[in-house]
């Protein structure tokens, strides 16, 4: 902060005075002209220094670093992020978190981008400093995270239950299986999930629940790219669509679901039939 005084003018005033008390005798004593631009020069080389090495918190470089991500530049922000030395398990979760709201927030362009970052991060990971066996790894940090916020989501019973969640988390889902970071393990579960959602049940005379899932499904099924990894699983996409086509046929000949939630079960199983 500058100041508002002429620090020369004042002692120039002061010195007008004639009562020698000791206030002022260690004014004109401790703070001289000279003393005083000497302190302030010290305090802004001081302030010079503490600047200059003053280190960005990790949490604070791990949001700006992924706010730069773009395709000229994802190979440099992984070699960035990678170098960032973790102090804490807090710290690597932190990152997690990011990487999945980058998912969900952004574009269809920026979205396959983050997940070849996650794919990339898989092995970075937090070591604790007293037991150097005791690592926590990024990956295992995710796939929990994301499991977790797709049990949360998929209770369509939840009085707070949103579609758009839900369509969310599938859409984070689908981004990691298409970059490797999902296996196929977890995705067979979804389908098999869906599958028992959407199945038709004599008994059931409350469609809300087949209603939403095929709504999850086709965000879900949109979403997967035609890759190696789908290609594995081929067999399993193709049950996956014999059984949506027989539940649409069910659905048509009773009309127990709206027209729109009918087509919306066509979309799946069509979109499913493009990937293979």
Same mark, same amino acid.
């Given at each position: ?6 620090? &020369? ?9 004639? !009562? ?17 631009? $000497? ?35 994802? &190979?440099?922000?992984?070699?960035? *992020? ?5 102090? %804490? ?46 690592? &926590? ?6 796939? &929990?995270?994301?499991?977790? !916020?797709? *049990?949360?989501? %998929?209770?369509? +019973? +939840? ?13 984070? *889902?689908? @981004?990691?299986?298409?970059? +490797? ?7 067979? %579960? ?8 959407? $199945? ?10 087949? #209603? ?9 099924? %949109? ?14 996409? #193709? ?24 087509? #919306?079960?066509? @979309? ?5 039939? $493009?990937? *293979?």
């Amino acid at each position: 902060m500058v100041s508002n005084y002429n620090t &020369t003018d004042i002692i120039k005033e002061l010195s007008y005075i004639t !009562e020698q008390n000791e206030d002022i005798i260690k004014f004109f004593k401790e703070f001289s002209v000279e003393n005083i631009n $000497k302190i302030n020069s010290d305090n802004n080389v001081s302030q010079l220094f503490r600047d200059s090495t003053i280190e960005e918190p990790n949490n604070t470089k791990i949001i700006q670093y992924l706010n730069k991500i773009h395709s000229k530049n994802l &190979t440099k922000t992984i070699l960035m *992020i990678k170098d960032i030395n973790f102090k %804490s398990v807090d710290e690597l979760q932190h990152l997690v978190n990011q990487c999945i709201l980058k998912i969900k927030r952004e574009s269809e362009q920026i979205k396959p981008l983050i997940g070849a970052l996650c794919y990339e991060l898989s092995m970075s990971h937090y070591t604790d400093k007293e037991n150097n066996d005791n690592k &926590t790894y990024f990956r295992k940090l995710l796939l &929990t995270t994301v499991g977790n !916020e797709y *049990i949360s989501s %998929s209770n369509y +019973d +939840d009085d707070k239950w949103s579609k758009e969640i839900c369509s969310k988390s599938m859409t984070v *889902i689908a @981004t990691l299986y298409n970059n +490797d970071v999902v296996p196929n393990e977890i995705l067979l %579960s979804v389908f098999d999930d869906l599958k028992k959602n959407i $199945k038709y049940d004599t008994k059931n005379n409350n469609m809300n629940c087949v #209603e939403k899932s095929i709504q999850i499904c086709i965000h879900l099924t %949109s979403s997967l790219s035609n890759n190696e990894n789908i290609k594995t699983i081929k067999n399993d996409i #193709e049950q996956m669509i014999k059984f949506l086509q027989e539940q649409l046929n069910i659905y048509n000949e009773n009309l127990k679901i709206t027209k729109k939630s009918r087509l #919306e079960l066509l @979309t799946c199983l069509t979109t499913l039939e $493009k990937l *293979i």
